[in-house]
């Protein structure tokens, strides 16, 4: 069973950072194979795409909302891919969820129609 787990979620201040983490499990290929993709739905709003990573060294893309502010990056060999989150703001706070999809390349903001998806971990930006 392939299973994405997120987790690193909580309360941060505005201008803080945070690192919120996606851990695959039974997958059949190396990570190196999905594209990932992140995902956010704020309070009383409809979730949003906000980062694509590609497959291999495909390209990866950014919301306009989160750019230069989030990294997207996956390190294989533990079988986990990472959302660094710079510079938060209020508008951040929401459920971030990752989602993957085999031999995925990146044309754009990431598909609503991944294959696999994660349960979300919560990000709250007050202070």
């Known amino acids: 069973q392939e299973h994405l787990v997120e987790s690193g979620g909580g309360l941060v201040q505005p201008g803080g950072s945070l690192t919120v983490s996606c851990e695959a499990s039974?997958?059949?290929?190396?990570?190196?194979?999905?594209?990932i993709g992140w995902f956010r739905q704020a309070p009383g709003k409809e979730r949003e795409g906000i980062a694509c990573?590609?497959?291999?060294?495909?390209?990866?893309y950014y919301a306009d909302a989160v750019k230069g502010r989030f990294t997207v990056s996956r390190d294989s060999a533990q079988n986990t891919v990472y959302l660094q989150m710079n510079s938060v703001e209020f508008e951040d706070t929401g459920v971030y969820y990752c989602a993957a999809h085999r031999y995925y390349y990146c044309t754009g903001l990431p598909s609503p129609a991944m294959e696999l998806w994660g349960k979300g971990t919560p990000v709250t930006v007050s202070s």
């Open positions: 039974g997958f059949t290929f190396s990570l190196d194979y999905y594209g």
């Open positions: 990573l590609s497959k291999g060294d495909g390209p990866t």
